[in-house]
């Protein structure tokens, strides 16, 4: 495991878009301040993960548990016109594929497991339910996924093996 855990600006930055699509700049001022940060990361630099955690516990403190999981969903299909891309080039197996090595190219710790089928996954995402709002974020990426590749399903929260990871059961039709 890495001295210490990073992620990626961009990580954090779509929780940020989606702060100031919600309570505007002065969100993203207050997020970025109860952080101890000045400025939002770029997108390609590292970044240490309490940070971006931070943001998601000022959004659960200040606005509400509810608007984790929407910030983790519009993380996850703000991608501009990149998501119509996408959507237009990858249905949900393909995706279901390749996340794992998408999420080590934006965290350095952890992984993002998958045991999947025709119809469904159970995806576990290891090491990062520290602090508690993560598992709420990373429901609603999974939502995003469903929604950027159409397909129709549903997201269930499942009790983690290790008590540190997040896991859900995807089901696709």
Same mark, same amino acid.
């Given at each position: 495991?890495?001295?210490?855990?990073?992620?990626?600006?961009?990580?954090?930055? !779509?929780?940020?878009?989606?702060?100031? *699509?919600?309570?505007?700049?002065?969100?993203?001022?207050?997020?970025?301040?109860?952080? !101890?940060?000045?400025?939002?990361?770029?997108? @390609?630099?590292?970044?240490? =993960? #309490?940070? %971006?955690?931070?943001?998601?516990e000022w959004i659960k403190e200040n606005k509400g548990e509810e608007y984790v999981e929407?910030?983790? *969903?519009?993380?996850? %299909?703000?991608?501009?016109?990149?998501?119509?891309?996408?959507?237009?080039?990858?249905?949900? #197996?393909?995706?279901?594929?390749?996340?794992?090595?998408?999420?080590? %190219?934006?965290?350095?710790?952890? #992984?993002?497991?998958?045991?999947?089928?025709?119809? @469904?996954?159970?995806?576990?995402?290891?090491?990062?339910?520290?602090? #508690?709002?993560?598992?709420?974020?990373? $429901?609603? =990426?999974?939502? @995003?996924?469903?929604?950027?590749?159409?397909? $129709?399903? %549903?997201?269930?929260?499942?009790e983690p093996e290790d008590p540190k990871d997040?896991?859900?059961?995807?089901?696709?039709?």
């Amino acid at each position: 495991m890495p001295d210490k855990k990073m992620v990626k600006g961009a990580v954090m930055n !779509g929780y940020l878009r989606f702060v100031k *699509r919600k309570w505007g700049i002065e969100g993203v001022k207050e997020a970025l301040k109860y952080v !101890g940060m000045d400025v939002n990361p770029k997108d @390609g630099e590292w970044i240490p =993960a #309490e940070a %971006t955690t931070g943001v998601l516990e000022w959004i659960k403190e200040n606005k509400g548990e509810e608007y984790v999981e929407y910030a983790g *969903r519009y993380a996850s %299909t703000d991608l501009g016109v990149f998501t119509q891309m996408i959507a237009a080039f990858i249905n949900i #197996e393909k995706f279901m594929k390749r996340a794992s090595a998408t999420y080590k %190219t934006l965290f350095n710790y952890g #992984e993002f497991l998958i045991d999947s089928n025709e119809h @469904g996954a159970v995806v576990t995402i290891k090491d990062a339910k520290e602090p #508690e709002p993560s598992c709420l974020a990373w $429901k609603g =990426a999974l939502e @995003g996924i469903l929604i950027i590749t159409h397909t $129709k399903g %549903t997201i269930e929260p499942l009790e983690p093996e290790d008590p540190k990871d997040c896991r859900f059961l995807m089901t696709w039709k």
